[in-house]
């Protein structure tokens, strides 16, 4: 067996899987369905999900688990259900209501695309009480369990997309007070749209909470390459857990280089290898040798013309 293909086999259980995650669950709960279905302790997630929301949950298995710090950063993609009628503590439906009720049968579609106008490009959001962002060392949301709110500074995300999914008048045809629509977000990394549905109802002058969110997409892994837990399980026990297991070369959305044996040689003892080109220093690409099995990331130094490894992929 030659070098490559040793490399290749050792590598055939590392690689990246999108779990569309259940309601009622926690990330942490999915990471060790996921552990114990595969059997091995290498096993984490690139974002969380709150309990109450569905969809992509991307965990890197094995070796992959490398590779996170790469993934945290990605666009990700959203369906969103905002209620119109009242706020709650949480900004979802597990929270108490904070405002009485309002009447929000007289809001309509248009009404609802003039305020999604004032959201869409890069805007600036308060994080949430109840999120795991953490101050001093602390999450907030554990500082929101003893009653407590303290000041955060405001963070800059972008909003790419953000579209009534469906018309309101034709959604809503209740005699309740409340309204619901669905929003289309895309949006980078960081944004809360918990936070974002509470700005939207603030603009219409009416309370709003998340009662649904659904994440459909993370980088370039979405719903349509994601399988269940019970799906996972079945592919675990039939032996064709490679059917559905991402590559890890194919989950990192950066430039690809191949590079050749004497430079794979240096990668995986952790020297730079030469490579003149257009590239600012700081870029991030994937180095690959010639059957596209992923080495390296690497960052570019443009004043040397080299590429250092940052994290080392291949043991071989």
């Not at 790469?70 to 119109?84: I, M, P, S």
């Amino acid at each position: 067996m030659n070098n490559s293909q040793s490399a290749m086999d050792a590598q055939s259980t590392d690689g990246i899987l999108v779990i569309d995650k259940p309601a009622g669950w926690t990330s942490h709960d999915v990471v060790a369905r996921v552990r114990k279905l595969l059997k091995t302790r290498r096993v984490g997630h690139t974002g969380t999900l709150d309990p109450f929301a569905t969809g992509v949950l991307i965990v890197c298995v094995n070796r992959a688990t490398r590779l996170v710090q790469f993934l945290v950063g990605d666009d990700k993609e959203y369906l969103a259900t905002v209620r119109l009628g009242f706020a709650t503590d949480t900004g979802d439906l597990t929270g108490q209501p904070i405002s009485p009720v309002s009447d929000a049968r007289g809001i309509t579609s248009e009404m609802v695309q003039d305020a999604l106008a004032h959201f869409r490009g890069r805007i600036k959001q308060i994080p949430p009480m109840y999120s795991a962002k953490k101050v001093g060392g602390v999450k907030l949301y554990e500082l929101a369990r003893q009653g407590k709110e303290i000041e955060r500074k405001p963070v800059e995300v972008e909003i790419k997309k953000l579209e009534v999914a469906e018309s309101l008048d034709h959604v809503d045809r209740t005699e309740a007070p409340t309204k619901d629509f669905c929003l289309q977000v895309a949006c980078s990394s960081g944004t809360y749209i918990r936070v974002l549905a509470e700005e939207i109802g603030a603009r219409l002058g009416i309370g709003a909470h998340l009662v649904a969110l659904r994440r459909m997409r993370i980088g370039c892994c979405d719903l349509a390459c994601g399988v269940t837990l019970e799906q996972l399980a079945e592919l675990v026990e039939t032996g064709r857990i490679e059917q559905t297991m991402i590559p890890m070369v194919e989950a990192v959305n950066l430039d690809e280089l191949e590079v050749d044996q004497d430079e794979r040689r240096n990668l995986l003892h952790g020297r730079p290898v030469r490579r003149p080109g257009r590239w600012v220093s700081g870029a991030l690409a994937k180095l690959c040798d010639h059957n596209r099995l992923l080495i390296a990331i690497a960052e570019y130094d443009a004043e040397g013309q080299i590429w250092r490894p940052r994290t080392v992929l291949s043991t071989q």
